[in-house]
């Protein structure tokens, strides 16, 4: 029970990726604030960690909508007021995919929408718990991200990675200022950029059971096989990073070299 007595702040805590760290965290015993827009969605998850037989008595959902600035200073408040409890780590892993054929039929309404939701958050949850973290022995801060910044065509689907691969560009700067600026502080702040396919669970044994994807692809991944990296990058020694995983040979290698 590595995390005992640790609470981590999550985000995109019902998505692909968060859910697999709420999973490992909740497992390896650390309290987790989970957040999402939806209290519905947060009950799903609940329901489905205690059906995989994770403990869930640690887990505190908070419903929040991450891309309102306000919102999210009244959750900093509650813990400095010690209504919630201090945090040791966030994982800020929030942001869908944007299925849009061409930037140029893109309105300005639906780019403000991506925005908001792809960008925003992580620059509001960055300037409300960064300074909680600052100075705080052991901590670490993980920014999720995407390789859609970096190439034009997605998978073997040649998906144009079009405005999602915009505001991954966005997140890089952030990562880029967030490394920087806190290389002398006590919280260690890493960006995990991932660029392999992570599916939750249900949809992953389902592709293998049809024969669309093999077990040993490398390239495509279920939730609960990423998330062990989470621990392992909040246990580690590793600061102003980018970890670059684009496979699960990098994952396996990464987790080697922190055991
Ligand atoms: N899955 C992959 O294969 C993959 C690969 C590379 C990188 N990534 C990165 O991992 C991160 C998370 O991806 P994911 O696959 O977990 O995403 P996902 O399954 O589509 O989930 C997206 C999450 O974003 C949250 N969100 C918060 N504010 C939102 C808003 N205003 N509009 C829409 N959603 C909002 C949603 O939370 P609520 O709806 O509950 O509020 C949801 O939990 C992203 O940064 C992505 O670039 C994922």
Same mark, same amino acid.
């Given at each position: 029970m590595a995390f005992n007595g640790k609470t981590i702040l999550i985000t995109g805590a019902t998505g692909n990726v968060g859910s697999a760290a709420v999973k490992e965290f909740l497992k390896q015993g650390a309290s987790v604030i989970a957040t999402s827009r939806s209290k519905a969605s947060l009950d799903k998850l609940t329901a489905k960690l205690q059906e995989k037989s994770v403990p869930t008595e640690k887990l505190i959902p908070i419903t929040v909508d991450i891309s309102n600035d306000q919102e999210v200073s009244k959750v900093a408040n509650?813990?400095?007021?010690?209504?919630?409890?201090?945090? #040791?780590?966030?994982?800020?892993?929030?942001?869908?995919?944007?299925?849009?054929?061409?930037?140029?039929?893109?309105?300005?309404e639906q780019w403000n929408e991506v925005m908001s939701a792809n960008v925003n958050p992580h620059f509001i949850m960055y300037r409300n718990f960064i300074p909680l973290l600052l100075n705080r022995p052991g901590s670490s801060y993980t920014l999720v991200t995407g390789a859609s910044g970096l190439i034009d065509e997605i998978g073997p689907q040649k998906i144009p990675s079009g405005i999602t691969g915009i505001t991954q560009t966005v997140l890089y700067g952030i990562?880029?200022?967030?490394?920087?600026?806190?290389? /002398?502080?006590?919280?260690?702040? /890493?960006?995990?950029?991932?660029?392999?396919?992570?599916? #939750?669970?249900?949809?992953? /044994?389902?592709?293998?059971?049809?024969?669309?994807?093999?077990?040993? #692809?490398?390239?495509?991944?279920?939730?609960?096989?990423?998330?062990?990296?989470f621990p392992k990058i909040a246990k580690s020694n590793v600061k102003s990073e980018v970890i670059k995983i684009g496979s699960a040979t990098d994952l396996e290698e990464f987790e080697k070299n922190q055991a």
């Amino acid at each position: 029970m590595a995390f005992n007595g640790k609470t981590i702040l999550i985000t995109g805590a019902t998505g692909n990726v968060g859910s697999a760290a709420v999973k490992e965290f909740l497992k390896q015993g650390a309290s987790v604030i989970a957040t999402s827009r939806s209290k519905a969605s947060l009950d799903k998850l609940t329901a489905k960690l205690q059906e995989k037989s994770v403990p869930t008595e640690k887990l505190i959902p908070i419903t929040v909508d991450i891309s309102n600035d306000q919102e999210v200073s009244k959750v900093a408040n509650q813990i400095r007021e010690k209504t919630l409890p201090e945090i #040791d780590h966030v994982i800020s892993s929030s942001g869908p995919w944007w299925k849009f054929d061409h930037l140029y039929d893109v309105t300005f309404e639906q780019w403000n929408e991506v925005m908001s939701a792809n960008v925003n958050p992580h620059f509001i949850m960055y300037r409300n718990f960064i300074p909680l973290l600052l100075n705080r022995p052991g901590s670490s801060y993980t920014l999720v991200t995407g390789a859609s910044g970096l190439i034009d065509e997605i998978g073997p689907q040649k998906i144009p990675s079009g405005i999602t691969g915009i505001t991954q560009t966005v997140l890089y700067g952030i990562s880029r200022v967030g490394r920087y600026e806190t290389r /002398n502080s006590a919280v260690r702040f /890493n960006e995990l950029l991932i660029s392999y396919r992570i599916e #939750d669970d249900d949809t992953y /044994n389902k592709l293998v059971s049809e024969g669309k994807i093999s077990e040993t #692809d490398k390239f495509f991944t279920s939730s609960s096989k990423f998330g062990t990296i989470f621990p392992k990058i909040a246990k580690s020694n590793v600061k102003s990073e980018v970890i670059k995983i684009g496979s699960a040979t990098d994952l396996e290698e990464f987790e080697k070299n922190q055991a």
